[in-house]
């Protein structure tokens, strides 16, 4: 099945300090969804964004589908954004199954 | 979680009993999905649904059990619980519009003594 692998696995910021989380995946892909958990363990779907690039507020995210990678760029970020950034894709031939990548972990510091 | 619901919240159990945990949608959404999280490995799908009667197996099936009888309700069954299954098990829902983009419910902790 298909791989997906994030990077960095932990990642420590400075409030108001700008970060990049990767993700990579091993096949093409129909779907690319982005997540946050929050310390409370809730989980929020972020961005739809199986290529392209969109934006929200501080948060905006990149695929590019070809080189099977995709970004979510956070910028000025505040302690509210501490907490687990999952990625999770959907394979061409795995109708319906989202394969989740193991996460990074972000702790933003006042 | 607007519009789903994830039944108990918390659990604990004994080596060997019956668990079932609910899932419930008020959103009407054709697919629906269990997941558990553990540390260290993100969120693995078990179960997944895109029908009513309509399941199929994730990556870590094992030991599970699925099922579907009406589009709001979403059944997970452990028929012998391990200590292996102690986990946090999440209920997802997406609707068919193409994007399937999935809405969280709220997580069930359930620990296997």
């Known amino acids: 099945g298909i791989q997906v692998e994030q990077s960095p696995p932990d990642l420590i910021l400075q409030e108001g300090a700008n970060s990049t989380l990767r993700c990579n995946f091993s096949?093409?892909?129909?779907?690319l969804q982005w997540f946050h958990q929050n310390p409370w363990g809730q989980l929020i779907n972020l961005f739809y964004i199986p290529s392209g690039t969109k934006q929200n507020g501080r948060l905006s995210a990149t695929t590019v589908a070809t080189e099977r990678y995709s970004l979510l760029y956070i910028s000025s970020s505040q302690t509210t954004d501490s907490g687990v950034y999952f990625c999770?894709?959907?394979?061409?031939?795995?109708?319906?199954?989202?394969?989740f990548g193991s996460g990074t972990r972000l702790l933003v510091r006042p | 979680d607007a519009g789903i619901t994830q039944s108990p919240r918390h659990k604990v159990t004994e080596t060997g009993t019956p668990v079932t945990l609910r899932c419930h949608q008020t959103e009407n959404h054709r697919y629906m999905y269990w997941y558990r999280q553990d540390p260290g490995h993100g969120l693995r799908l078990i179960h997944y649904?895109?029908?009513?009667?309509?399941?199929d197996k994730g990556e870590v099936s094992d030991g599970y059990s699925v099922s579907r009888s009406k589009t709001e309700d979403f059944l997970l069954t452990l028929e012998s619980a391990t200590s292996s299954q102690t986990s946090v098990y999440f209920c997802?829902?997406?609707?068919?519009?193409?994007?399937?983009?999935?809405?969280f419910g709220a997580g069930s902790r359930l620990t296997v003594l």
């Open positions: 096949d093409s892909v129909n779907n």
């Open positions: 649904s895109y029908g009513v009667k309509d399941t």
């Open positions: 999770a894709v959907e394979g061409k031939d795995s109708s319906y199954k989202l394969i």
């Open positions: 997802a829902i997406a609707d068919s519009s193409g994007a399937n983009v999935l809405t």
